[in-house]
T-cell receptor, first 117, second 108 residues
């Protein structure tokens, strides 16, 4: 079974440009999460989808970030316009909808390393 | 808040045992998770605790005490491949809140 995949693995853009990150969760996983790790800091939650609906977007830093999950399969995270402080590693994770979201194990993708110059 | 504290780095010898502590201040959470992350790779799930006590999974065990506000991950029979960052994370309604991670260095 394929794990969580993310594309691209690396992205280098200039300040003010737009970047779109993609995440393909494990097949059949209804829960999809986005996290971010900026240099020297811990991994921080951005948002949580259940199928195509945003369950919790309390971690989204500002309105320059837009996440979508049309059709409840893959998800995209767009940053527009990108700023220097957006640099970091963006992780996606997915989990099955077991009815007990409290302890569903999240499986992480390898991340997209974003560098904004 | 849910400040999560872990030691920054620990060094141990191949074949030895290492205990990574994780302390927190929180008003509530559902489960306490441990992940392993090798440099440049995805965090990989190791273990979790919902109730107080010890959960054993082969060479890795995790312990939780809610009343004392701490958890630990125990790594036994250390192997060179265990050199990695170990992340403590609190799960609340699906969302994970991570500590900064503990870098474990295994020496021959």
């Amino acid at each position: 079974e394929a794990g969580v995949t993310q594309f691209p693995s690396h992205s280098v853009i200039e300040k003010g440009q737009t970047v779109t990150l993609r995440c393909d969760p494990i097949s059949g996983h209804d829960n999809l999460y986005w996290y971010r790790r900026v240099m020297g800091k811990e991994i921080k939650f951005l948002l949580h989808f259940v199928k195509e609906s945003k369950q919790d977007e309390s971690g989204m830093p500002n309105n320059r970030f837009l996440a979508e999950r049309t059709g409840g399969t893959y998800s995209t995270l767009k940053v527009q316009p990108a700023e220097l402080e957006d640099s970091g590693v963006y992780f996606c994770a997915s989990s099955q909808e077991s009815g007990d979201t409290f302890t569903d194990t999240q499986y992480f993708g390898p991340g997209t390393r974003l560098t904004v110059l | 808040g849910q400040n999560i504290d872990q030691p920054t780095e620990m060094t141990a010898t191949e074949g030895a045992i290492v205990q990574i502590n994780c302390t927190y201040q929180t008003s509530g959470f559902n489960g306490l998770f441990w992940y392993q992350q090798h440099a440049g790779e995805a965090p990989t799930f190791l273990s979790y605790n919902v109730l107080d006590g010890l959960e054993e999974k082969g060479r890795f065990s995790s312990f939780l005490s809610r009343s004392k506000g701490y958890s630990y991950l125990l790594l036994k029979e250390l192997q060179m491949k265990d050199s990695a960052s170990y992340l403590c994370a609190m799960g609340s309604w699906g969302k994970l809140q991570f500590g900064a991670g503990t870098q474990v260095v295994v020496t021959p």
